[in-house]
């Protein structure tokens, strides 16, 4: 989930305020079930069972300010290298 601002400074220039939550409800990421259906002749009881977690990263947030310009700037493939060019 994201959440931003941007405020006005000049005509050309903007002020973005920018938050980011990841596992903002805190759920498991659960990982892969059990792929072994068969044990020998009979059915494995732990068939399709998921047992672990694929992560265990926790709640983070990410908070960011970034400085912007409506300024019109072009890029174009040049043979070997990117080149900008700026009015």
Known sequence: MSVFKNT???ERLK????????NLLNRANLGTPN?????GTSVSASAGLITTL????GRSIR???DFLTTRAERYYR??????????
């Open 8 to 10: 006005a400074l000049s």
């Open 78 to 87: 040049w043979p070997g290298a990117w080149v900008r060019e700026s009015p």
């Open 54 to 57: 694929a992560t265990t990263r």
């Open 35 to 39: 792929a072994t259906v068969f044990s």
């Open 15 to 22: 002020l973005q305020f920018r938050a980011e939550f990841f």
């Open 63 to 65: 908070i960011e300010t």
